[in-house]
């Protein structure tokens, strides 16, 4: 689904992301941990194309994305969050969703006029939808910027799901949350990849890393420094020794 | 009664001036270069009617056209800025209009005397209306048929999903290009209609002063063109439309009676109005 090949990604001297090999199968629950200035936004930042990368390939079902705008990868079917919520606040709930809808079937089905202008039935009863999974229906007329966090972060996701993603890539979406919202959070995450979303999970909450993921890649100064399933991550010692700063026996 | 129906048109000729700007402004592109494509349509719309004999209506058309042309080539080069620094290129594209104004001459023989742009006198004789023996009345009903159709059709826009595109554009644009909007294609069809717009303004107000020159397209008009969304609010297309009689109406024709005390209060009742309604006066909603 998508494979980086030694990707990187320097600030002047500051390697960023440093040669990061790594690849995500379709279907699966990707997570990607590492302590804080590891690299993982950043990797979401270059995969989304909102940096170029300094060098490396970024290939999305068999295609390069290197060329492509990020308005474009969006189309490609790569959607995100932001990990500081990035709602449009002065619209309503429901306009949120509406400006989103951009996938390329959405591109496709509608008439360029009629896309612009918009309110198809169709439109409405997929933005509905889409409001009735984040629980946030009876939200839809209130300015995003006057919704709790929680609900913000629900729109978020609610908002990147409305241009009909492949692939999703969340970038720590339980920042902040209590346990009883991250259990909801799970649920959603869970029934996404039922539906046949890719995930690439950037997250620091291990409750739920440990929890949804099929494997995990651990990121320390923009390399990766270990892989696999989260048994074996759990048990590595590269990784205890990068989060807990020491030999942990 | 006239003094009132000439005011009604210098209104209605701002408020499209206005409204160019505001549909920029949606964008989050603070954009000096209305005046330059109001000169643009007044040029236009003055020598099809003048030198070339057209009839008004078609002669807008052009104004519209050539107003959304240029505003769209601007707008290519111009939008890769931001902030201050759109501000500056989009100023000295406004400057270089008026200067190439200045420098325009573009006169034919009509009977005795010479008709058409000449330089730095201006243009005169642009007297669609008088030889046509259209009453102030009825110019400033015409000019208003557009303000009306101007203000619809960004009401409709602002309704429309275009309309939502455009302010998640101004809020947040990595977040818009995040969810696959095409920042270049919004900003620069903003820049495009609100071009169209001045356009249209930039050829009534040729029209109904018949007479004019490079100064009447200079920064001052510029600043203002921006200065009535910002004042008004960017809530709907109303605000536009109160500032400029704020502005126009008040400020400028209502305190006349004050003489040289007027030119002190006009800026620091902007100042006023702006600290005691600082999103304009129909902002955006309020954040909670």
């Given at each position: 689904?998508?494979?980086?090949?030694?990707?990187?990604?320097?600030?002047?001297?500051?390697?960023?992301?440093?040669?990061?090999?790594?690849?995500?199968?379709?279907?699966?629950?990707?997570?990607?941990?590492?302590?804080?200035?590891?690299?993982?936004?950043?990797?979401?930042?270059?995969?989304?194309?909102?940096?170029?990368?300094?060098?490396?390939?970024?290939?999305f079902?068999?295609?390069?994305?290197?060329?492509?705008?990020?308005?474009?990868?969006?189309?490609?079917?790569?959607?995100?969050?932001?990990?500081?919520?990035?709602?449009?606040?002065?619209?309503?709930?429901?306009?949120?969703?509406?400006?989103?809808?951009?996938?390329?079937?959405?591109?496709?089905?509608?008439?360029?006029?009629?896309r612009?202008?918009?309110?198809?039935?169709?439109?409405?009863?997929?933005?509905?939808?889409?409001?009735?999974?984040?629980?946030?229906?009876?939200?839809?007329?209130?300015?995003?910027?006057?919704?709790?966090?929680?609900?913000?972060?629900?729109?978020?996701?609610?908002?990147?799901?409305?241009?009909?993603?492949?692939?999703?890539?969340?970038?720590?979406?339980?920042?902040?949350?209590?346990?009883?919202?991250?259990?909801q959070?799970?649920?959603?995450?869970?029934?996404?990849?039922?539906?046949?979303?890719?995930?690439?999970?950037?997250?620091?909450?291990?409750?739920?890393?440990?929890?949804?993921?099929?494997?995990?890649?651990?990121l320390?100064?923009?390399?990766?420094?270990?892989?696999?399933t989260?048994?074996?991550?759990?048990?590595?010692p590269?990784?205890?020794?990068?989060?807990?700063?020491?030999?942990?026996? | 009664?006239?003094?009132?129906?000439?005011?009604?048109?210098?209104?209605?000729?701002?408020?499209?001036?206005?409204?160019?700007?505001?549909?920029?402004?949606?964008?989050?592109?603070?954009?000096?270069?209305?005046?330059?494509?109001?000169a643009?349509?007044?040029?236009?719309?003055?020598?099809?009617?003048?030198?070339?004999?057209?009839?008004?209506?078609?002669?807008?058309?052009?104004?519209?056209?050539?107003?959304?042309?240029?505003?769209?080539?601007?707008?290519?080069?111009?939008?890769?800025v931001?902030?201050?620094?759109?501000?500056?290129?989009?100023?000295?594209?406004?400057?270089?209009?008026?200067?190439?104004?200045?420098?325009?001459?573009?006169q034919?023989?009509?009977?005795?005397?010479?008709?058409?742009?000449?330089?730095?006198?201006?243009?005169?004789?642009?007297?669609?209306?008088?030889?046509?023996?259209?009453?102030?009345?009825?110019?400033?009903?015409?000019?208003?048929?557009?303000?009306?159709?101007?203000?619809?059709?960004?009401?409709?826009?602002?309704?429309?999903?275009?309309?939502?595109?455009?302010?998640?554009?101004?809020?947040?644009?990595?977040?818009a290009?995040?969810?696959?909007?095409?920042?270049?294609?919004?900003?620069?069809?903003?820049?495009?209609?609100?071009?169209?717009?001045?356009?249209?303004?930039?050829?009534?107000?040729?029209?109904?002063?018949?007479?004019?020159?490079?100064?009447?397209?200079?920064?001052?008009?510029?600043?203002?063109?921006?200065?009535?969304?910002?004042v008004?609010?960017?809530?709907?297309?109303?605000?536009?439309?109160?500032?400029?009689?704020?502005?126009?109406?008040?400020?400028?024709?209502?305190?006349?009676?004050?003489?040289?005390?007027?030119?002190?209060?006009?800026?620091?009742?902007?100042?006023?109005?702006?600290?005691?309604?600082?999103?304009?006066?129909?902002?955006?909603?309020?954040?909670?």
């Amino acid at each position: 689904m998508l494979e980086l090949h030694a990707l990187s990604r320097h600030f002047g001297g500051v390697k960023a992301v440093d040669g990061l090999d790594l690849t995500v199968a379709e279907g699966q629950i990707f997570g990607l941990i590492g302590p804080n200035g590891s690299g993982k936004s950043t990797t979401v930042n270059v995969v989304t194309g909102l940096f170029p990368p300094t060098s490396g390939r970024i290939v999305f079902r068999g295609e390069d994305l290197a060329a492509l705008p990020t308005h474009q990868r969006l189309r490609a079917g790569i959607a995100r969050t932001f990990q500081n919520i990035r709602l449009f606040g002065q619209l309503s709930v429901w306009q949120n969703l509406w400006v989103a809808q951009n996938s390329a079937e959405d591109q496709a089905r509608h008439g360029f006029v009629a896309r612009w202008l918009g309110g198809q039935r169709g439109v409405r009863a997929e933005i509905a939808q889409l409001l009735e999974f984040s629980g946030l229906a009876h939200k839809q007329d209130e300015l995003a910027a006057n919704l709790a966090f929680g609900e913000q972060r629900r729109l978020e996701l609610a908002r990147a799901m409305a241009a009909k993603p492949k692939l999703l890539l969340l970038d720590e979406p339980a920042a902040g949350m209590n346990s009883e919202e991250i259990g909801q959070l799970r649920e959603r995450i869970l029934k996404l990849r039922e539906r046949g979303v890719t995930i690439l999970l950037v997250e620091h909450v291990m409750e739920l890393v440990m929890g949804v993921t099929d494997r995990i890649a651990v990121l320390n100064f923009g390399q990766k420094i270990a892989e696999g399933t989260p048994a074996e991550i759990q048990a590595h010692p590269a990784v205890r020794k990068a989060y807990l700063g020491g030999d942990p026996s | 009664m006239d003094f009132y129906f000439g005011l009604a048109q210098i209104v209605g000729v701002h408020t499209l001036l206005g409204l160019s700007a505001y549909i920029v402004l949606l964008t989050g592109q603070v954009s000096l270069a209305q005046a330059g494509f109001f000169a643009v349509g007044a040029y236009t719309a003055g020598m099809l009617t003048v030198l070339a004999g057209w009839h008004l209506v078609p002669a807008l058309g052009a104004s519209a056209l050539s107003g959304a042309a240029i505003a769209c080539a601007v707008g290519f080069p111009a939008l890769r800025v931001k902030g201050l620094m759109l501000v500056i290129a989009t100023l000295a594209f406004g400057e270089g209009v008026r200067l190439f104004f200045f420098n325009f001459d573009y006169q034919i023989a009509r009977g005795d005397i010479k008709v058409g742009p000449l330089g730095g006198e201006g243009f005169r004789q642009i007297r669609f209306f008088p030889e046509n023996g259209w009453t102030t009345g009825e110019v400033m009903l015409f000019i208003w048929l557009f303000v009306v159709a101007a203000m619809a059709l960004l009401w409709w826009f602002d309704r429309s999903r275009y309309g939502s595109v455009l302010r998640a554009v101004g809020e947040d644009e990595l977040a818009a290009q995040s969810v696959g909007i095409n920042l270049t294609a919004v900003k620069v069809s903003a820049m495009t209609i609100g071009g169209a717009i001045a356009g249209v303004g930039g050829g009534l107000y040729a029209h109904y002063t018949t007479h004019i020159e490079h100064t009447s397209f200079n920064i001052l008009v510029a600043t203002f063109a921006v200065a009535y969304p910002i004042v008004g609010g960017l809530r709907n297309v109303f605000g536009t439309l109160l500032a400029v009689i704020f502005v126009q109406a008040f400020l400028i024709e209502g305190l006349r009676f004050l003489g040289d005390w007027r030119n002190l209060l006009f800026g620091a009742l902007i100042v006023l109005a702006m600290n005691l309604r600082p999103s304009g006066f129909l902002g955006a909603r309020r954040r909670a």
